[in-house]
């Protein structure tokens, strides 16, 4: 080591560090340094006077020194291989020997010292294991997540068991795959050699079945849409690039085929789409239309004379853009204007062929690679023109709508506009997936952070003790804890939409669809906050990419934008909502009013009186009476004053577009609130139906209420100007969350090991023990 210490001090560094980290030497330990020590070879007059010195009660080490021993000290236990966790005594006799820079002349010499040097240990009585921790950072990494498990108030597993639920086995089928060395993950700077690693995982899902789920038993499926979203979902613990090339071949492209098709195309394309060995994307978005999927101007022209379809992208802007797949795909399927005799019978899906067997573009076909992104660099979006591309009408995806042998257009849906958007219903599937593999994503960097944060020390009351670990610091708290109960809470609505979604019926859909698009936006924007926040939790270890937040942080921005636009989801759910509204007063009349009224004057009288807006005690705030009923007030609330909005500007003579981007952000606003309700809800009726002595009940309890009251607390302002607390309320709920933080503490490491994500998944070294 590069210092002016001999030798022989460096060797006596953790004994002395060890003695005077109780801030006092008591006679046991000044006899056990001075004297054993004068006998000790390696240490000459100068060290020997040294240590009479600094073994002085009298004049303790200054902050600077001990400081410096503690620096010196630590530094020598890296040094140590990762599985050897040593003592005091081993440690002198490794600083001792890297000070004569590990001369091998001298390595038997320093062995010989050991058991003068662990003698010497022992005569300190026992050293304090905080102090031991301080020293030796493996040894912190291998415990510190196992003390704190066993401080805990649950077992994680029993949690992880809460949160699988009825999916635990294909969750553990797909993470033991995860975990073959085949999936072992390096970082590959250029886009090719990660898209062929990338293939070549789907590949070997495909042969497993995985990919092949959700399709029906005879094609090689298992029809278990629950299995494959759950699948997708913990493909997110592995490798983003893979979850959504997964989710483009087999729910996208094989949904298509699956859920647009009819049987021909069942037998034609499941078997092969199913096990990879006939690759497919989903050409669905236009750079010029974006989420505007009724206005797509790429055409498909019904030739009667040839029974064929003319597939033309009209303009450059026609393309479809963004295509997931693309460079891969033998087959698309199009999206496309379909028109019959001259007449357009709105968007349908066309497969059209791509490449030959020898993967050569065919003729009319034009595929651009979009380059390199900001994230998911191992899918392989590109761009798509097509060029008078004739195809057999057999090629018509025509569950909602085809042609007859006679050349005539039919559909069993009559109307246009509901046949679109059960079309479009169909594909639902992905907003059910793509947030539940965005919140593995959050999961992850929450396991990260709240591990490291069990782990790192930085700064003490007192030199002479060990540092504060920084989750008991209140501010490191307040920032992650509130995310892990949103995480929990997320998971419990997004649990509950996909039980809507398998057992959907007909006229469940519309429902459905509006509460899956605000989910999958509450959802993936809670997933880009949550990354960023747990990044700047873990300081400068966050930023290296060994502990994969830049890939996190990267590769799940895109997911508020694909599968649907956040803001644009929100609106939709806004517009139903408000149907919804309208409807119940068309249906009920005057009694419709009347309820409305009622409920009104029963907030104002039992949530709003001068009572109750300004009650702070805490039984009062962490009440289910209270918070429900304050996501509830503020989800009606909003609903109610946009709609009374949207009235108002109608009846001043402006159209109902116009009025409706007038009330934008209100509509989001009302989403928002609505799905926050929803969320608080389910996570509510999650842990109402655990069993009165289950082992995890109180922890979810609390938990959730952590989630409620930081959700409030979010929304402080807009409460205080509803007039449904007062700033000494909400003053109140500021520190009920710094408790709940506090008192949740505890169960930090149970909470996130609960998520169920296995250390060679998790793989950060700054979270691995």
């Not at 966050?542 to 989801?569: C, M, P, S």
């Not at 289910?624 to 949207?646: C, D, K, M, N, P």
């Not at 606003?669 to 289950?694: F, I, M, T, Y």
Request: aromatic residues 10%; contains cysteine.
């Amino acid at each position: 080591m590069n210092t002016q210490l001999s030798p022989g001090i460096q060797a006596m560094l953790p004994l002395l560090y060890a003695a005077w980290a109780d801030r006092h030497l008591n006679l046991k330990e000044i006899h056990a340094i001075r004297k054993r020590a004068a006998d000790l070879p390696f240490l000459d007059a100068e060290d020997k006077r040294l240590l009479v010195a600094w073994s002085d009660p009298a004049y303790p080490p200054a902050r600077e020194l001990f400081q410096r021993w503690h620096t010196l000290v630590r530094n020598g236990a890296e040094q140590l291989p990762p599985e050897r966790l040593a003592s005091l005594a081993e440690l002198g006799s490794l600083l001792g020997h890297a000070a004569e820079g590990f001369a091998p002349d001298r390595q038997a010499f320093w062995e010989a010292q050991l058991p003068a040097l662990t003698e010497l240990e022992l005569g300190l009585g026992g050293v304090d294991e905080t102090t031991y921790r301080s020293l030796f950072p493996r040894y912190d990494q291998r415990n510190k997540l196992q003390e704190f498990t066993e401080e805990a108030s649950v077992d994680p597993a029993v949690l992880q068991a809460i949160l699988d639920g009825p999916w635990a086995e294909p969750i553990a089928r797909v993470k033991d795959i995860l975990q073959r060395p085949s999936f072992e993950r390096s970082i590959l700077r250029l886009k090719e050699d990660y898209r062929a690693q990338v293939l070549a995982w789907c590949e070997e899902l495909g042969r497993e079945g995985i990919g092949a789920l959700a399709f029906p038993k005879a094609y090689g499926g298992e029809d278990d849409m629950a299995a494959y979203s759950v699948a997708f979902e913990t493909l997110g613990y592995h490798d983003l690039s893979l979850t959504i090339k997964f989710g483009v071949q087999f729910g996208l492209w094989g949904g298509a085929v699956a859920n647009l098709g009819t049987q021909r195309h069942h037998d034609k394309y499941l078997q092969k789409t199913g096990t990879l060995e006939l690759p497919g994307c989903f050409a669905m978005t236009e750079t010029g239309h974006g989420s505007n999927v009724r206005g797509l101007e790429t055409t498909a022209v019904y030739d009667h004379q040839t029974r064929e379809l003319i597939v033309h992208s009209p303009n450059e802007d026609a393309g479809k853009e963004y295509i997931g797949n693309a460079l891969h795909s033998r087959l698309a399927a199009v999206f496309c204007q379909l028109i019959v005799d001259g007449e357009s019978h709105g968007v349908h899906a066309v497969v059209v062929p791509l490449r030959d067997a020898k993967h050569e573009l065919l003729p009319g076909i034009r595929v651009e690679d979009n380059g390199y992104k900001l994230g998911l660099n191992g899918v392989d979006n590109g761009r798509i023109w097509f060029s008078q591309v004739r195809v057999p009408v057999d090629n018509l995806l025509d569950k909602y709508g085809g042609i007859t042998p006679e050349g005539q257009y039919y559909s069993p849906i009559e109307n246009p506009s509901r046949r679109f958007f059960t079309m479009l219903g169909t594909l639902v599937g992905g907003r059910v997936c793509v947030p539940r593999a965005g919140l593995s994503a959050a999961k992850t960097a929450l396991a990260i952070a709240v591990r490291y944060g069990l782990r790192r020390r930085q700064f003490a009351a007192d030199p002479l003790k060990a540092e504060t670990l920084i989750l008991d610091y209140p501010n490191q708290q307040r920032r992650l804890l509130p995310l892990v109960a949103k995480a929990y809470a997320t998971q419990f609505g997004l649990d509950y939409l996909l039980h809507r979604y398998i057992d959907r019926k007909p006229e469940d859909m519309q429902e459905i669809e509006a509460m899956a698009a605000g989910l999958k936006a509450y959802a993936t924007w809670f997933t880009t906050a949550a990354i960023q926040e747990c990044r700047e939790a873990t300081g400068g270890k966050g930023y290296l990419a060994e502990n994969r937040f830049a890939e996190l942080k990267a590769d799940t921005d895109i997911f508020t934008t694909f599968e649907g636009d956040n803001t644009v989801l929100l609106q939709l759910l806004a517009k139903s909502l408000l149907s919804d509204f309208k409807k119940s007063f068309q249906e009920d009349g005057s009694f419709a009013v009347l309820k409305y009224m009622g409920r009104r004057m029963t907030t104002i009288v039992t949530e709003q009186n001068p009572f109750t807006i300004r009650q702070t005690d805490r039984e009062h705030l962490t009440s289910r009476t209270f918070y429900q009923a304050a996501f509830e007030f503020r989800a009606r609330r909003l609903v109610s004053t946009l709609a009374q909005r949207l009235r108002a500007y109608i009846k001043e003579g402006e159209s109902a577009y116009a009025a409706g981007l007038r009330c934008q952000t209100h509509m989001i606003e009302a989403a928002q609130a609505w799905v926050e309700a929803l969320v608080l809800e389910k996570s509510l009726a999650r842990v109402d139906a655990l069993a009165s002595g289950h082992p995890a009940k109180a922890l979810l309890k609390k938990t959730v209420q952590l989630y409620a009251l930081h959700t409030i607390e979010t929304h402080s302002g807009w409460y205080l100007e509803s007039d449904y607390i007062t700033g000494q309320k909400s003053k109140a709920i500021r520190k009920a969350v710094d408790v709940l933080c506090s008192e949740l503490r505890p169960d930090a490491a149970t909470l996130v090991n609960g998520f169920g994500i296995p250390d060679a998944l998790l793989a950060a070294p700054i979270a691995l023990y």
